[in-house]
Each structure stands twice: as C-alpha cells, then as structure tokens.
C-alpha cells in the first residue's frame, strides 16, 4: 500500500465519521417533538429515549444494544406483519436498522421501525453482496407518554393517516 493510498481511505473514513456525526447533531436539533416533549438518540449506541420535561419522565423505547423494551409482542399485529418479507426481528423485538420517532401532533407521534434494510444496504463499495429483497418497514402510533395507541402494523400513506386520526381519538379519552 502507498501512503497516497493510506491518506485516501483515511479521508474516506474520516469523511464517513464526519457525515455521521453531522448527521447525529441534526437529528438530536430535529428531535425536538413538542414543548417539553422530545426524543433523543444516543450517539453511539441504537439508544432511543422519549423525554417528557412537564412528567419528569424518561422513557426508553430502545435500549443500547436495539432491543425494543417499551413495548411488546401485544403492541404488533403479529398475524399482518408475519406476512411481510422479512420481518423477523417484529417477533424478536429488535431494531437493528431504524426506529424513528415523527413529531408529535395533538398528542401523537408516527414511529417507523425498520426490520430489515433494502437489499443495497449489504452491498460492498463495489455493488457486490447486496440482496435481492426491499426494505421491511412497519409503523405505530404512540402517546407523550411512550404508551402505543396504534400496533405496528404495515401502513400505506393513506394508512397512515387515517390511523393518524385514530391515535388522537383515542388519546383524547385517555
């Protein structure tokens, strides 16, 4: 290897590490969900916690390692969601590709939780080792409170917020 070569793979790395954490900054400014209310992603972990200043609570809904201790396999529609490509890790409880939290609006917020990437996500810098499948992507609704009011469940955009409307029926009664 030249050192011309190091200084290249070097740059791409430390270019890669830059972007991450740029990217991680500007998620944190974008988490913020509502007065009081928002949701942090830890920077080095698959960490997720839902903060609510006026409740004082600190609510984790995916710990360090990406397991999903908020909720459980009752907060899936199971039956739905098996018949999707893979989605295995519904059953397992695990995100190791993506949970996100949308804004909160009247009291809900959309959470998206990946559970299983595009195909191109496992291809090398070349474009070989990728798999021929899509992303596996599933949706809910959840409270301030980190409570589900909508099992994760394969959701169109029509879906989404016709069950928008749901979610805030319900937390109105709550």
């Known amino acids: ?3 011309s070569d190091f200084h290249v793979k070097s740059l791409k790395v430390l270019k890669k590490g830059m972007v ?3 990217f991680n900054r500007f998620r944190k400014i974008m988490s913020d969900k509502s007065p009081g209310v928002y949701v942090k992603h830890d920077d080095n ?5 839902l903060i609510n200043e ?3 609570e600190k609510i984790v809904l995916v710990d360090d390692q990406g397991h999903l201790v908020r909720f459980t396999k ?5 039956e739905q969601v098996n018949r999707m490509e893979n989605s295995f890790n519904a059953a397992k409880l695990i995100a190791p590709y993506g949970f996100y939290v949308d804004p909160f609006k009247n009291g809900v917020a959309l959470v998206s939780w990946t559970l299983y990437p595009d195909g191109r996500y496992f291809e090398d810098e070349d474009g070989f080792g990728g798999e021929n499948c899509n992303e596996t992507t599933v949706y809910g609704y959840i ?3 980190g409570i589900m009011m909508i099992p994760f469940q394969n959701m169109s955009k029509e879906d989404i917020e ?6 805030e029926q319900m937390v109105q009664f709550i």
């Open 162 to 167: 016709v069950l928008r409307g749901k979610a």
């Open 20 to 22: 991450m954490i740029m």
């Open 45 to 49: 972990t698959k960490k997720v916690t």
């Open 74 to 78: 009752a907060d899936i529609d199971l």
């Open 54 to 56: 006026a409740t004082k």
């Open 143 to 145: 409270d301030i409170h």
């Open 1 to 3: 290897m030249k050192i």
